[in-house]
């Protein structure tokens, strides 16, 4: 079902007094199935007339991830795990324990399919004995692998990508940004509700405007320029390419205080900025996925020739003279290899080294299409 219906559903149990104890919403985690628990809880915790109102104390901070009735928990990031002590120590006490506003409370467990299985047998008597005007959510791409236990005792509701256009309807509600703003945001994350709220950061066309030079490097050979990059990358500073105005919000991001028009953009869940390492790991991991972005673009192209429409339309001119020397195996390939560089750097690699290393692979293929094309 798509969101919208997702969200009827619950919302017509709410209104009719039949919330289920737990649900399992097999989406991605951290899009489609993350904007849909906040919307219910959004629903569930506004005391408007007409909840949720998308305006008032309690629906901000249920979007910002920061409502104290509204509890997350999620793989450690190291080990991809949710462990027995998480389970125990931190997840169990918060859903027993009385509402701070004296109304519904909830449990979201971000990756459930992640539960080793002493956290997920730990986690089957809470729902045995389930505690009052509590709602718990599992969240988890697919169920495969998670108890049966478990599984029997949820309502499982299986959210598929967002439609463009109830996406951006979607992102006026919850973020405040003007109509043509969201439409760009949604037509660009093709239904994907996280990479769509990333994009409404003030940091994002600046990212975009790396990826890009990035991609015109690879495809055109320019390795030097790829390696400044990296260096750039691992040390912190603005990368050469960007102008004045744009090293400014490179500089600025994550700080507190800097503009943002999305809540929890670069910023911890108390409003604190993160340390600087941490802001290079982030900047570095959303250059990896618009590189990913670009490289679908490619797919695209190739596939649909005459009627492709690019999604964005300042890489135009690069995305075609890269579909036409590229392979559609070797460009699947280079999907692959940036995200796992995204993962590695999501384990606290060595930034400037892990994106040398790519881009030295991605021009290398790069290179044997464009030889592999010539001899044909």
């Not at 236990?149 to 299986?158: A, N």
């Not at 109830?166 to 949604?186: D, R």
């Amino acid at each position: 079902m798509t969101p919208d219906h997702a969200y009827a559903f619950v919302a017509h149990s709410i209104a009719a007094g039949r919330l289920a104890q737990a649900y399992v919403v097999a989406a991605p985690p951290r899009g489609a199935g993350e904007v849909f628990v906040k919307r219910v809880m959004s629903r569930l915790l506004c005391r408007e007339d007409q909840p949720p109102c998308g305006h008032c104390t309690r629906c901000t901070t249920v979007a910002k991830g920061t409502h104290p009735d509204v509890h997350w928990i999620e793989p450690q990031k190291k080990s991809r795990v949710i462990g027995i002590d998480a389970m125990r120590d931190e997840f169990m006490p918060e859903i027993q324990r009385t509402s701070f506003e004296g109304g519904w409370k909830a449990g979201v467990i971000v990756g459930a399919d992640c539960l080793n299985n002493a956290a997920a047998n730990a986690f089957l008597k809470t729902l045995e004995e389930p505690p009052e005007n509590a709602v718990i959510f599992l969240l988890a791409t697919g169920t495969e692998g998670m108890l049966p236990t478990i599984l029997s005792r949820c309502q499982e509701l299986r959210v598929n990508p967002w439609p463009e256009d109830e996406l951006a309807a979607l992102l006026c509600e919850l973020h405040g940004v003007e109509a043509a703003e969201s439409v760009a945001a949604a037509t660009v994350a093709a239904g994907n509700a996280r990479r769509a709220a990333a994009l409404l950061q003030d940091i994002a066309p600046v990212v975009r405007r790396v990826a890009i030079a990035w991609l015109e490097w690879i495809t055109t050979r320019r390795r030097g320029f790829a390696a400044i990059l990296a260096d750039e990358m691992h040390r912190g500073v603005p990368p050469h390419v960007l102008n004045e105005n744009q090293a400014s919000v490179w500089k600025g991001y994550g700080k507190k205080g800097a503009t943002d028009r999305r809540s929890g953009g670069g910023k911890a869940a108390d409003g604190v900025a993160p340390g600087a390492a941490g802001l290079r790991r982030d900047l570095a991991i959303q250059l990896c996925e618009w590189l990913v972005l670009l490289y679908s673009e490619i797919m695209k192209c190739r596939e649909l020739q005459d009627t492709w429409r690019p999604r964005v339309p300042e890489a135009r001119e690069v995305i075609l003279q890269a579909a036409a020397s590229r392979s559609t195996d070797s460009v699947l390939g280079d999907m692959a290899r940036i995200d796992a560089c995204c993962a590695a750097i999501d384990r606290n690699l060595n930034i400037g080294l892990l994106l040398a290393v790519l881009s030295e692979e991605l021009i290398d293929h790069a290179e044997e299409d464009r030889t592999a094309l010539q001899g044909s």
